[in-house]
């Protein structure tokens, strides 16, 4: 038991559509993290959030969103898809600002963009 | 923007040798943390390094975190096929923020 719940496990979608994702973290970890792992790759930072804020962004367009809840769980919202987006998005949850317990992942959603 | 790299990107090994690899980043970090990934499966914290030249041991395993705090480097003495996996390094600059970066990985094979 990874202690972070994702879902949906793997999803379908066609290129156009939207997608959302989401997310519970660990019991006792306030923020969340959002990663993108493509096949054979290391993940990849979208964006974390604390105290239901983004507070930080890698690069990643616009068409990539997020939001945080009042329980600290959260979702990923992917706009236009394209089939470059197909990915692993693996959550991870933490106590806030340095991590210092690390990052508890969850198993992840895999999206497959057709 | 940072960039962690890790090399080799691919290890076979016989089960009972030693492995290595290794993180390099193009800016100084404030700490190092490393993961483990089995296939199919997602990122498991291992460790963090937080001071600049500090050694830590799990078992079989040894973690470093160079001088400069740009390299750190993970040592798997005596490999069992449990070792199996990809491992990643993810690093945390000073100033930027509360990311962590990862780096590419290293996918180790333990041959029986």
């Known amino acids: 038991d990874a202690g972070v719940t994702q879902s949906p496990t793997h999803l379908i979608k066609t290129r156009g559509q939207q997608v959302t994702l989401r997310c519970s973290p660990k019991?006792?970890?306030?923020?969340v993290s959002w990663y993108q792992q493509a096949l054979g790759q290391g993940p990849q930072f979208i964006f974390q959030?604390?105290?239901?804020?983004?507070?930080q962004r890698g690069n990643f367009p616009d068409r990539f969103s997020g939001h945080q809840f009042p329980n600290y769980s959260s979702e990923l919202n992917v706009n236009a898809l394209l089939l470059g987006d197909s990915a692993l998005y693996l959550c991870?949850?933490?106590?806030?600002?340095?991590?210092?317990?690390?990052?508890?992942f969850g198993s992840g959603t895999r999206l497959t963009v057709v | 923007g940072q960039q962690v790299m890790q090399i080799p990107q691919y290890q076979h090994v016989q089960e009972g040798e030693d492995f290595t690899t290794y993180c390099n980043s193009s800016?100084?970090?404030?700490?190092i943390q490393w993961y483990k990934q089995r296939p199919g499966g997602h990122p498991v914290f291992l460790i963090q390094?937080?001071?600049?030249?500090e050694v830590k041991k799990q078992k079989r395993l040894t973690f470093q975190f160079g001088e400069a705090k740009k390299n750190s480097s993970l040592h798997i003495t005596a490999t069992q096929t449990t070792d199996v996996g990809t491992y990643f390094c993810?690093?945390?600059?000073?100033?930027?923020?509360?990311?962590?970066?990862f780096g590419t990985g290293t996918s180790l094979t333990v041959i029986p």
């Open positions: 991870a949850s933490s106590l806030a600002a340095v991590s210092r317990g690390g990052y508890t």
């Open positions: 019991s006792g970890h306030d923020t």
């Open positions: 959030y604390y105290e239901e804020e983004e507070r």
């Open positions: 800016t100084t970090l404030s700490n």
């Open positions: 390094l937080v001071k600049s030249g």
């Open positions: 993810a690093g945390r600059e000073p100033i930027t923020g509360n990311q962590f970066y």
